[in-house]
Nanobody
Framework: QVQPVESGGGLVQAGGSLRLSCVDS????????TGWFRQNPGSSREFVAS????????YYADSVKGRFTISADRAKNTVYLQMDSLKPEDTAVYYC?????????????????????WGQGTQVTVSL
């Protein structure tokens, strides 16, 4: 299993945009999902968004719905997280992760324990 690799983090002002990329080569079976999670020091890792590769169904945390968009490019084995209207509270290390269980429901999409393959993370900082 190849570990997912994230890129695209950085510093942006509130209201701005960033696009994160995740090259996830772990998709060897039809049932697979790639998710984005984020974490701040001293806090638990939280679900942000996920996409099921079988039918490209997407899921979002309420805190980012309407502002973030997750998408996938099958040819490049890459998942993108377009982040618009960023807020200071979006500041965190963002992690990409792969799940061989897929994401047939919101419950499976956001279940951290079902994701076995994790990237190293990329820092996103949103300033006022």
């Amino acid at each position: 299993q190849v570990q997912p690799v994230e890129s695209g983090g950085g510093l942006v002002q509130a209201g701005g945009s960033l696009r994160l990329s995740c090259v996830d080569s772990g998709r060897t079976k039809s049932r697979y999902a790639t998710g984005w999670f984020r974490q701040n020091p001293g806090s638990s890792r939280e679900f942000v968004a996920s996409i099921d590769w079988s039918d490209t169904t997407t899921y979002y945390a309420d805190s980012v719905k309407g502002r973030f968009t997750i998408s996938a490019d099958r040819a490049k084995n890459t998942v993108y997280l377009q982040m618009d209207s960023l807020k200071p509270e979006d500041t965190a290390v963002y992690y990409c992760a792969g799940s061989i269980y897929g994401a047939a429901t919101m419950g499976t999409a956001r279940a951290i324990s079902l994701y076995d393959y994790w990237g190293q993370g990329t820092q996103v900082t949103v300033s006022l």
